[in-house]
């Protein structure tokens, strides 16, 4: 997969690309990354790339003729010329205004051949980026940041642990926050039915885009602090129940939103029942 940011600041992804599971997967030859300077595309000679917005207003706003050249630079052309290429690139506008950046979003993203990340910055980019050059505009929470770089490398992270060969166990990305539960093999599941693991030693899932479950490691006892008794016990029923239940509380605690639109089975409707009743 091939990932182009377009930004004004190509320096700054000096380092955030440089570590981890990015920088394993570039040297692995799963992704390339190309970091391209907006000013690069700019005619006059102090390299201008925002302006002031017509009708007024505060701030600067980001001109239109230096992103559509960068891309064209590129070979991708306005949206209405890419015919039959729907799918197989995204042009995504990092920007407050954009639909929510969600793990069901990047995991449709990861189908992607190539992702194009438009940097915004200022007080936002020319409206006719939106509407005449990206396939999604994409926003990473209902706050506002200085410009989009932080939100690229949020996107192009969160991408790229999900392509084939990224992660050392690829079940990672399967069981943890925001993730679709992995089914049962062989059975269809039903929202009324608990998510039951052919192989009890795994740890469970629970409903699609809740949060993960605490996690506890060695030394069994920190400062006075022990891992709950289950953990260590070796029943793996009960360790997968407590997990599940486990899980809940702390989307009833921290995200409770996330409920209203989870397809809960039996069982986690059970478990949510005694967390109220023990509060």
Same mark, same amino acid.
């Given at each position: 997969?091939?990932?182009?940011?377009?930004?004004?600041?190509?320096?700054?992804?000096?380092?955030?690309?440089?570590?981890?599971?990015?920088?394993?997967?570039?040297?692995?030859?799963?992704?390339?990354?190309?970091?391209?300077?907006?000013?690069?595309?700019?005619?006059?000679?102090?390299?201008?790339?925002?302006?002031?917005? +017509?009708?007024?207003?505060?701030?600067?706003?980001?001109?239109?003729?230096?992103?559509?050249?960068?891309?064209?630079?590129?070979?991708?052309?306005?949206?209405?010329?890419?015919?039959?290429?729907?799918?197989?690139?995204?042009?995504?506008?990092?920007?407050?205004?954009?639909?929510?950046?969600?793990?069901?979003?990047?995991?449709?993203?990861?189908?992607?051949?190539?992702?194009?990340?438009?940097?915004?910055?200022?007080?936002?980019?020319?409206?006719?980026?939106?509407?005449?050059?990206?396939?999604?505009?994409?926003?990473?929470?209902? +706050?506002?940041?200085?410009?989009?770089?932080?939100?690229?490398?949020?996107?192009?992270?969160?991408?790229?642990?999900?392509?084939?060969?990224?992660?050392?166990?690829?079940?990672?990305?399967?069981?943890?926050?925001?993730?679709?539960?992995?089914?049962?093999?062989?059975?269809?599941?039903?929202?009324?039915?608990?998510?039951?693991?052919?192989?009890?030693?795994?740890?469970?899932?629970?409903?699609?885009?809740?949060?993960?479950?605490?996690?506890?490691?060695?030394?069994?006892?920190?400062?006075?602090?022990?891992?709950?008794?289950?953990?260590?016990?070796?029943?793996?029923?009960?360790?997968?129940?407590?997990?599940?239940?486990?899980?809940?509380?702390?989307?009833?605690?921290?995200?409770?939103?996330?409920?209203?639109?989870?397809?809960?089975?039996?069982?986690?409707?059970?478990?949510?029942?005694?967390?109220?009743?023990?509060?």
């Amino acid at each position: 997969m091939k990932f182009e940011i377009i930004t004004i600041f190509p320096d700054f992804f000096r380092g955030p690309l440089d570590y981890g599971i990015v920088r394993r997967a570039r040297e692995a030859g799963l992704i390339e990354i190309g970091i391209h300077d907006l000013r690069a595309f700019a005619h006059d000679r102090h390299r201008t790339v925002d302006d002031r917005p +017509f009708g007024g207003g505060e701030g600067m706003v980001l001109k239109p003729e230096p992103i559509f050249e960068c891309l064209e630079s590129l070979g991708v052309a306005p949206r209405q010329e890419r015919v039959g290429e729907q799918g197989r690139e995204s042009v995504v506008l990092l920007s407050p205004q954009g639909q929510m950046f969600t793990q069901a979003v990047a995991q449709e993203m990861m189908s992607r051949e190539c992702m194009v990340l438009i940097c915004g910055r200022y007080e936002g980019v020319d409206e006719r980026v939106a509407e005449h050059l990206a396939t999604d505009e994409i926003s990473i929470g209902d +706050f506002v940041l200085s410009g989009g770089e932080l939100a690229a490398a949020l996107v192009l992270d969160a991408v790229t642990r999900l392509l084939p060969g990224a992660l050392g166990n690829e079940a990672s990305a399967i069981r943890e926050s925001f993730s679709e539960p992995e089914p049962t093999a062989g059975a269809t599941p039903s929202a009324d039915a608990p998510v039951i693991l052919p192989d009890a030693s795994r740890p469970a899932t629970i409903a699609p885009g809740l949060l993960d479950c605490p996690h506890y490691t060695r030394p069994a006892e920190f400062r006075g602090w022990q891992v709950p008794d289950v953990l260590v016990g070796g029943n793996h029923v009960e360790i997968r129940v407590w997990r599940r239940k486990m899980g809940l509380r702390k989307t009833l605690r921290n995200r409770p939103d996330l409920l209203a639109g989870a397809p809960l089975s039996a069982e986690d409707r059970r478990l949510i029942q005694e967390l109220r009743s023990e509060t």
